[in-house]
């Protein structure tokens, strides 16, 4: 089942029992919302918390990888919470990103170049979404691109929900730590026009921010920008893989801003919110939630609400999706969107350009869907083309993937 098909039971879900009781990978229980309105709230109201020493952790009383944990701005309430984003918010604001646009078209273009010279079918999950993203992202953060394969691997042991020991999982974020922390100090030594730059000089202002909470915010940027990029980017290609008109419809744009939306609603990497518990007693759609429980926004079942959105499971360009939930909302909204969606809207539109006959290898049906993950996506996506790029030898195909490796 393609990964841009919800399932049955979220539509159920909605319109007969939209705040069902469930079990996480975990075992635990939890409240899961499916309506875009009630999806809306948990997100606003302060009576659902982020804070994880609700769920049970405390400073003082964890270890190394709780603190990281404690110390981000994900897992934070006020006042904490609106403290830290204040101090941060300008290295993630839309005028800083929005100067990365021709840089981001110059790397765009040169894996395009790549991709054109390999000789189809293409595992496009490898050979485009896993390097292009992390190309620009890494550069942006200021990590050496050299450490790609590292960072995608301990990131995604970190989101995967049940295909890891609990030691793995240890090791992956020690590991991450470690790097995180060499990366910080080498920036402070070679300062540079990134993010980990302009943050390690917010931790010597006044009311900035401490050590353990600039690595907590890196470790966080990068376990959720990497794969949450590179998931939503191969999902909203199968998208229009398999709806062409809507392809060409977006290579012909001359703003594509508002069809990305579209897709972005459309498409969902993050299957759900992050965990909110209740601070009181809270009553949605006529269910009492009791103080302390766990509540689980489903992202995907609210952007795909036909009381929000008229025919969602249509892609529908003429549409304002404006108000989706794909980023989140509120206090915790997502801090790395304004890099994603300008990502997505350079690299999708010029994929198509340069491509415009792409199309899977292989039926929608055989597309295998990773589970299990916090962010999710296809574990490949295998594309052809035709045009004289088809024909070049396996030698290039080689050569290319590995320069671009480096």
Same mark, same amino acid.
């Given at each position: 089942?393609? #990964?841009?098909? !919800?399932? $049955?039971?979220?539509?159920?879900?909605?319109?007969?029992?939209?705040?069902? &009781?469930?079990?996480?990978?975990?075992? $635990?229980?939890?409240?899961?919302?499916?309506?875009?309105?009630?999806?809306?709230?948990? !997100?606003? $109201?302060?009576?659902? +918390?982020? +804070? *994880?020493? !609700?769920?049970?952790?405390?400073?003082? #009383?964890?270890?190394?990888?709780?603190?990281?944990?404690?110390?981000?701005?994900?897992?934070?309430?006020?006042?904490?919470?609106?403290?830290? &984003?204040?101090?941060?918010?300008?290295?993630?604001?839309?005028?800083?990103?929005?100067? *990365?646009?021709?840089?981001?078209?110059?790397?765009?273009?040169?894996?395009?170049? &790549?991709?054109?010279?390999?000789?189809?079918?293409?595992?496009?999950?490898?050979?485009?979404?896993?390097?292009?993203?992390? #190309?620009?992202?890494?550069e942006y953060l200021g990590i050496p691109l050299s450490d790609r394969q590292d960072l995608l691997h301990w990131t995604k042991v970190l989101t995967d929900l049940s295909g890891h020991t609990q030691e793995e999982v240890d090791e992956a974020r020690g590991l991450l730590h470690r790097h995180l922390k060499e990366v910080i100090a080498e920036r402070r030594r070679h300062p540079g026009d990134d993010v980990l730059t302009a943050l390690s000089r917010c931790c010597y202002e006044d009311d900035g921010i401490t050590e353990l909470e600039l690595e907590a915010l890196a470790m966080f940027l990068l376990i959720g920008g990497l794969h949450t990029v590179v998931y939503q980017l191969g999902l909203i290609v199968v998208a229009l893989l398999l709806c062409p008109e809507r392809a060409a419809e977006l290579a012909a744009a001359d703003e594509p801003e508002p069809c990305v939306e579209e897709l972005l609603r459309y498409t969902n990497a993050v299957e759900s919110s992050l965990l909110r518990i209740t601070t009181e007693e809270v009553e949605i759609a006529g269910v009492t939630i009791p103080a302390g429980s766990a509540v689980l926004p489903a992202i995907p079942a609210a952007n795909h609400d036909p009381a929000r959105f008229a025919c969602p499971e249509t892609i529908d360009f003429t549409r304002s999706a404006t108000g989706h939930l794909t980023f989140g909302h509120g206090m915790h909204r997502c801090l790395g969107a304004p890099i994603s969606r300008l990502m997505l809207n350079v690299i999708v539109p010029e994929l198509f350009r340069r491509l415009p006959d792409l199309r899977l290898a292989v039926p929608a049906e055989e597309l295998r869907w990773l589970p299990d993950r916090l962010l999710t996506g296809y574990a490949s996506i295998p594309v052809t083309w035709s045009g004289p790029d088809a024909d070049a030898d396996a030698g290039t195909r080689e050569a290319r993937v590995a320069s671009d490796a480096r």
């Amino acid at each position: 089942m393609p #990964a841009t098909r !919800l399932p $049955d039971a979220y539509a159920r879900f909605r319109h007969e029992d939209p705040v069902v &009781r469930v079990a996480m990978p975990s075992g $635990d229980p939890t409240y899961l919302i499916t309506r875009y309105e009630d999806a809306r709230l948990v !997100l606003t $109201d302060p009576r659902f +918390s982020r +804070s *994880l020493e !609700l769920a049970g952790l405390r400073l003082g #009383a964890v270890g190394i990888a709780d603190h990281l944990l404690l110390s981000t701005l994900a897992n934070m309430d006020r006042p904490e919470h609106p403290r830290l &984003r204040r101090v941060v918010a300008p290295a993630f604001s839309r005028d800083r990103v929005e100067r *990365l646009r021709p840089r981001i078209r110059e790397v765009t273009a040169r894996h395009l170049d &790549r991709l054109a010279e390999l000789p189809p079918p293409v595992d496009l999950a490898e050979a485009l979404c896993s390097r292009l993203p992390a #190309a620009v992202l890494l550069e942006y953060l200021g990590i050496p691109l050299s450490d790609r394969q590292d960072l995608l691997h301990w990131t995604k042991v970190l989101t995967d929900l049940s295909g890891h020991t609990q030691e793995e999982v240890d090791e992956a974020r020690g590991l991450l730590h470690r790097h995180l922390k060499e990366v910080i100090a080498e920036r402070r030594r070679h300062p540079g026009d990134d993010v980990l730059t302009a943050l390690s000089r917010c931790c010597y202002e006044d009311d900035g921010i401490t050590e353990l909470e600039l690595e907590a915010l890196a470790m966080f940027l990068l376990i959720g920008g990497l794969h949450t990029v590179v998931y939503q980017l191969g999902l909203i290609v199968v998208a229009l893989l398999l709806c062409p008109e809507r392809a060409a419809e977006l290579a012909a744009a001359d703003e594509p801003e508002p069809c990305v939306e579209e897709l972005l609603r459309y498409t969902n990497a993050v299957e759900s919110s992050l965990l909110r518990i209740t601070t009181e007693e809270v009553e949605i759609a006529g269910v009492t939630i009791p103080a302390g429980s766990a509540v689980l926004p489903a992202i995907p079942a609210a952007n795909h609400d036909p009381a929000r959105f008229a025919c969602p499971e249509t892609i529908d360009f003429t549409r304002s999706a404006t108000g989706h939930l794909t980023f989140g909302h509120g206090m915790h909204r997502c801090l790395g969107a304004p890099i994603s969606r300008l990502m997505l809207n350079v690299i999708v539109p010029e994929l198509f350009r340069r491509l415009p006959d792409l199309r899977l290898a292989v039926p929608a049906e055989e597309l295998r869907w990773l589970p299990d993950r916090l962010l999710t996506g296809y574990a490949s996506i295998p594309v052809t083309w035709s045009g004289p790029d088809a024909d070049a030898d396996a030698g290039t195909r080689e050569a290319r993937v590995a320069s671009d490796a480096r």
